[in-house]
């Protein structure tokens, strides 16, 4: 089973960048599609990119464009690079394995890991 754990995260201006890693333990992480995740004060967790083990990738239409998953494969790691924050961006992001292809529920997301806070300042 793949666990994740992130981390990247902290105190950034508007129109700066950050990239997050999300290093996962488990001998099947190269076969699973992985996931990012953000939840703001207050709102409900929402989708923001996820990746096949071949590399495909889809995003939020709120993060396209300015945000790009990768994967490395041999370190076991997801990353998260994050362009052009704007306060909109602030929230916890959460790295996550996907039961599936394609979707963006977080109820179709398990091995969640602990979080890492990103906050932009306008």
């Known amino acids: 089973q793949v666990q994740p754990v992130e981390s990247g995260g902290g105190l950034v201006q508007a129109g700066d960048s950050l990239r997050l890693s999300c290093a996962a333990s488990?001998?099947?992480?190269?076969?699973?599609?992985m996931g990012w995740f953000r939840q703001a004060a207050g709102k409900e967790r929402e989708f923001v990119a996820a990746?096949?083990?071949?590399?495909?990738?889809y995003y939020a239409d709120s993060v396209k464009g300015r945000f790009t998953i990768s994967r490395d494969n041999v370190k076991n790691t997801v990353y998260l690079q994050m362009n052009s924050l704007n306060a909109e961006d602030t929230a916890v992001y959460y790295c996550?394995?996907?039961?599936?292809?394609?979707?963006?529920?977080?109820?179709?997301?398990?091995?969640w890991g602990q979080g890492t806070q990103v906050t932009v300042s306008s």
């Open positions: 488990g001998r099947t992480f190269s076969r699973s599609n």
């Open positions: 996550a394995t996907a039961r599936g292809w394609g979707t963006r529920r977080a109820a179709d997301f398990g091995s």
């Open positions: 990746i096949s083990g071949t590399g495909g990738t």
